[in-house]
Structure formats: C-alpha cells, structure tokens
C-alpha cells in the first residue's frame, strides 16, 4: 500500500479559533475515506488544507509525496491541477462560460483544451445533451455533475468532494454518488466530506471530526466484526432456547473460532472458561438484540405489512441500529407483545414494567 496523503498535528486557526486541532490522518491510495462530523467541527477546512488551498497554522501536509508547506503558490496550484480533483458544494462554475466550455476551461489550465474529451466528461455524467447551457440553465443536481465533469476531466489521482450531495434531490443524489462510486473503482483515491450518515457508510474508512479535533476512526472491516460478534451472541442466547443443533450451520463454524472466542472473552461477554457460556454482560446484550430483533419483526410484518423474507433482513439490520428508548416506544406501541412471529419469546423490557437484573438496559 502507498501512502498518498498524511498529515502530522495539523492545526488551523482563525484567530482563538481552532477550526482544525492536531489532525493525524494517513490516506492510502485508492481509498475512499468519508469525514462526518457536525456542522462547524472543520471538515471543508480539512479539505482546503488538503487541496493546498489554504495553509495550516502548524503541522504538515504530504500529498503524492509533495510537502504542501515547501511549495510556493504555482507549484500548489500545479499540484491541484495535476493531481486532484475539486468537487465542491458551492459549485464555482463560471457563470458566462457554457457547460462543455466550464470543463474546457479546466482542460485550458491543463494547458490542453480538446472539446472531444470535454464532451466525453459530460456524456460520462449525462449531461451531452447540455453542453451549450449556461450554469444558470441547469438544475442544482446538473451543476454538481457538471462539476464533476470539470473535476475529472483531467484523470486526478485524487478526489475530493465537500458536501457533493447537499441541497440535491434523491435521484441527483444516487445519480451523483454512482458516478464517485465509479471514480473510485477505476483507482482513484476518494475523500468525500458529508454530514449524511448513509453516504458516510459508502466509505472503507469514516472519520468524525468534532471542533476540529478527530474522535474516531471506524473501518467497514470493524464493524462487520462488531454486527458478527452480535450474531454470536444471538445465536448463544437461541441456543438455549432451541438447543446448539438448531444454530444456523455458520454459525456454529464458527463458534469454534479460536480468536472469535478470545475476542468475546477480551470484550466480556464470554466466560473465562471451558465452553461457551455467556457471562451477565453477554446475556444482557443478546438478551437486547433478541428483543430488538424480534420486536422489529413484528413491527415489519403486522404494522407495516412487508414479507416475510423482508421482515427477516429488515429485523436483521434494525437490531443493530435501533437506540433503547425507541425499542421500548415500538414495545409499547405493539402493546408489549409476549411472541415474535415465529413464536418465539419476546424478552421483555423494563417498559413492559420488569425492573431489576434480568431486565434489559440496553
Ligand atoms: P464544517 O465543514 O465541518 O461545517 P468548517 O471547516 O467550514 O466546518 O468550519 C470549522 C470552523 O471554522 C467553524 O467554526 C467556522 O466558522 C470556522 N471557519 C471556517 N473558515 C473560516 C474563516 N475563513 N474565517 C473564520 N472562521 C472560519
């Protein structure tokens, strides 16, 4: 793996302010990285510093291999056009200039205008059939396109993207995130700042800003790991219900899984020894997951009438992202019911009036 972007300690100030504070982020190539966080926390000052557009008030920036503060204002811009790609929520199109003319004028501080390959980048993004609007002519979604266009005409290694969804409708949205979903299939490295937690996902690595400073770094990788953990303890807590021979036969693989196990028992939810047995911690958790599975279950099927093989995977991701309360605002809503549609036992919350150890504080 190549590294193609790191920063040390990277800080920027204005005035007390400290917009970005002692950011440390390795990008390899290739990668595509989302940065969340809320409002103000300093995710487009990460990526202006990134794009050399401003400098930091301390700490360094290496980009292909180039430290950002040893270059003077020509080789940074030379850097920019090379190398990266701008995909910016305030669009910056010319407003005088036609679409397939905004993209030539990117190619022009390339020092190459070639309309064929302008048209090229805008029949890529659909928008052939507006080569000859003007900005002011195109929807928010076609502007963002166009920008996209105008970004990658020149083959950047490296994209990034501010906001490229915000203000747009869901189908410019879908429309906008397949063509960086392709952009980063062909190789490129993708940094893609947004406040949306769905479009967060689409990342292998998410980083959240918070005033300025990096929180946490979550993989797809970890989190696989922590939902098959959940389905660990699950298949646990089915197993005295139903006996180990009725676990799913993957499962059960599995379960025997030296560093599985050691993972489970480093976390707490296993007991030290010999077999697999829970400890209170883990049958509170997979006490919370059966509930929360099977209450969502429920819901899917009798309140909102889906399938049943729907139902299954809905309840399947549901039981991952559903915060307490609302599980017990869904338990009362059904009237705290006893069984799942499969029959099976609803474990009961302490809104259905159990208080004590065995009820759930999940
Ligand atoms: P985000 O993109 O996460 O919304 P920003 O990076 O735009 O956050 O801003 C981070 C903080 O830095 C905010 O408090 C913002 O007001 C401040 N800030 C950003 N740019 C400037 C600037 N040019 N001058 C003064 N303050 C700024």
New binding site residues.
């Given amino acids: 793996m190549e590294t193609i972007i790191e920063t040390k300690n990277l800080t920027?100030a204005?005035?007390k302010?400290k917009?970005?504070d002692g950011v440390d982020l390795k990008v390899e190539r290739g990668e595509w990285i989302s940065v969340l966080?809320?409002?103000?926390?300093?995710?487009?000052?990460?990526?202006?510093l990134l794009a050399g557009l401003?400098p930091p008030t301390s700490g360094s920036i290496r980009v292909a291999g180039k430290d950002l503060g040893a270059l003077g204002p020509d080789e940074l811009a030379e850097l920019r056009r090379d190398r990266i790609g701008l995909v910016f929520q305030q669009f910056y199109l010319i407003p005088y200039l036609s679409a397939v003319e905004n993209v030539m004028m990117s190619q022009y501080f390339h020092s190459m205008s070639d309309e064929g390959q302008a048209m090229d980048a805008l029949r890529k993004v659909g928008l052939s059939d507006r080569a000859r609007h003007l900005p002011s002519e195109l929807s928010g979604g076609e502007q963002q396109r166009l920008c996209i266009a105008r970004a990658v005409v020149n083959e950047p290694e490296i994209v990034l993207a501010?906001?490229p969804t915000g203000n747009l409708d869901e189908e410019s949205q879908d429309r906008v995130m397949d063509l960086l979903r392709e952009l980063h299939g062909e190789g490129r490295t993708l940094i893609l700042?947004t406040?949306d937690a769905e479009i967060g996902r689409m990342g292998e690595r998410r980083i959240y800003?918070n005033h300025?400073r990096q929180v946490e770094v979550h993989t797809a990788h970890q989190e696989m790991e922590e939902m098959f953990e959940d389905e660990i303890l699950e298949a646990l807590w089915k197993s005295d219900e139903d006996g180990i021979e009725k676990i799913d036969s993957i499962l059960r693989h599995v379960i025997g899984s030296k560093e599985l196990v050691a993972r489970l028992r480093k976390s707490g939810f296993l007991q030290p020894k010999p077999e697999m047995v829970l400890t209170e911690i883990g049958r509170k958790r997979a006490r919370a997951l059966v509930r929360r599975h099977r209450l969502a279950e429920k819901l899917f099927l009798e309140t909102f009438e889906v399938d049943r093989d729907q139902m299954q995977s809905s309840a399947c991701q549901f039981e991952h992202i559903l915060a307490a309360d609302v599980v017990n605002h869904i338990c009362a809503f059904l009237g705290h019911p006893e069984v799942c549609p499969h029959g099976k036992a609803i474990p009961k919350g302490e809104c259905c009036g159990l208080n004590g150890p065995t009820g759930t504080r999940d």
């Fill in positions: 920027r204005y005035g302010l917009a970005l966080g809320p409002s103000g926390s300093g995710k487009s000052t990460l990526l202006h401003e501010d906001e700042v406040h800003l300025g």
